[in-house]
Nanobody
Framework: VQLQASGGGLVQPGGSLRLSCKAS????????WGWYRQPAGQTREVFAV???????SYVDAAKGRFTISRDTSRNTVDLQMNSLQPDDTAVYYC???????????WGQGTLVTVSS
């Protein structure tokens, strides 16, 4: 499974961004898709997950502001981010877990900077 993330950039506090992760390869083997983020100097953490059945889960910091979604026709997994704050500044990574291959696949990161 190959993943290509895009959509990062500079946004002012209170603004919005939409990240997109384009998947290719054995996408039918994927059981769950996720977005992780890694602020500078900190560890990478899971942020939002969508299962193959469409169910979603979020960390507390994402609830009510961020929405993860999947478009199976386009093979993309998007993260809509609203009400962004400086604390949301991080490199965001998309991720896929395949039960068939029993491993995680990672895309390259995309930098989100929230600053005035």
């Amino acid at each position: 499974v190959q993943l290509q993330a895009s959509g990062g950039g500079l946004v002012q506090p209170g603004g919005s961004l939409r990240l997109s992760c384009k998947a290719s390869g054995s996408t039918s083997s994927v059981n769950a898709w996720g977005w992780y983020r890694q602020p500078a100097g900190q560890t990478r953490e899971v942020f939002a997950v969508i299962q193959s059945d469409g169910s979603t889960s979020y960390v507390d910091a994402a609830k009510g502001r961020f929405t993860i979604s999947r478009d199976t026709s386009r093979n993309t997994v998007d993260l809509q981010m609203n009400s962004l704050q400086p604390d949301d500044t991080a490199v965001y990574y998309c991720n896929a877990y395949s039960g068939t291959y029993r491993r995680y696949f990672w895309g390259q990161g995309t930098l989100v900077t929230v600053s005035s």
